[in-house]
């Protein structure tokens, strides 16, 4: 199963790092050591620390990049705890950080998951087994507008309120348990037309994970820890899979590449005043065509990068 994950952007993401044989490199999202292994087989002097709180996927990757070499330390926890783990671990500058926003694949296709719309299996969604709260809880919890809230800010879904009163008029009589059990009441709520083009469950299975997991909530103060550990040279590049994901990462580079709109036009701004950081690329990196038929997963992806200057 888990050879079924295949990393996404691998060389684009990894050559924009701009590795050296001695380079610290983080990288915030382990997941089955795709893009960690690779990593590592390019910094033979320097050292890797990966995030992760998937148990499982810290099990697998060990051993994997074992097999690389044996200059990393694999962190158990969310990355919005960047720094002050870095920080037991002595370290306060990195050369690099890489952040993988997607969801795994074995995670998608372990159905005992919960994270699968075509897969039967009690409602979970969590990354980290010891998370309190789980899609279970959501479903069965939430208020209406509570549900109809997520449902169209985390799934920009046009039937959102509709969804969730139908969700809330199905618990009445018993507890919504399954992810087929709740794709059927999400059927019942979105008209036939609209079940053609996409499956009708994709856009609130993708909001009730984000709710579980807190995914837009970390990344900010996650990636300006990371602009705060560079390096000068250093740099940060990000995966995104949904255009939430990406409006956030560009709007937190494009600000701190920004010049003080009160200097833009004067012909000598003097050092001090310039940005700390500058992007690496100005447009968002896509996956080629070639990527996207291998793993049609790949085709939502999108690389930015940034690099601190000063």
Do not use: W
């Not at 009589?173 to 079940?195: D, G, S």
């Not at 700390?276 to 990527?291: C, G, R, T, Y």
Request: neutral net charge.
């Amino acid at each position: 199963m888990k050879e079924k994950h295949i990393s996404v952007l691998l060389e684009e993401s990894i050559s924009s790092l701009n590795l050296k044989e001695n380079s610290i490199i983080v990288d915030c999202t382990l997941g089955y050591g795709g893009h960690s292994s690779n990593i590592l087989a390019r910094i033979k002097k320097g050292f890797l620390f990966a995030f992760d709180q998937d148990s499982e996927a810290i099990r697998h990757s060990t051993d994997r990049l074992n097999a690389v070499g044996t200059n990393f330390t694999i962190i158990k926890s969310n990355f919005v705890h960047l720094k002050e783990k870095l920080k037991e671990q002595g370290v306060d500058k990195v050369d690099g950080v890489l952040f993988d926003l997607g969801v795994s694949s074995p995670q998608l296709d372990e159905k005992e998951r919960g994270f699968s719309y075509h897969e039967d299996a009690r409602l979970d969604m969590r990354m980290d087994k010891d998370n309190p709260l789980s899609a279970y809880e959501v479903v069965n919890n939430y208020s209406k507008e509570q549900l109809a809230n997520i449902f169209y800010k985390y799934g920009e879904d046009k039937f959102s309120n509709n969804i969730a009163k139908k969700i809330v008029e199905y618990r009445q009589n018993k507890k919504i348990e399954t992810t087929l059990e709740l794709v059927e009441i999400i059927k019942t709520a979105v008209p036939m037309k609209f079940r053609i083009d996409k499956h009708p469950a994709r856009q609130i299975f993708q909001a009730i994970r984000i709710e579980v997991n807190n995914e837009l909530g970390v990344i900010e103060p996650a990636i300006n820890q990371a602009l705060d550990l560079l390096n000068v040279g250093g740099r940060v590049a990000v995966i995104t899979f949904h255009s939430l994901e990406d409006r956030l990462v560009k709007n937190i580079f494009k600000e701190k590449c920004a010049i003080d709109p009160k200097l833009k036009g004067m012909p000598n701004i003097p050092a001090e005043y310039l940005p700390d950081f500058e992007l690496v690329v100005n447009k968002a990196i896509n996956p080629s065509e070639e990527e996207i038929k291998n793993n049609p997963r790949a085709r939502s992806a999108k690389l930015r990068v940034i690099e601190r200057i000063k």
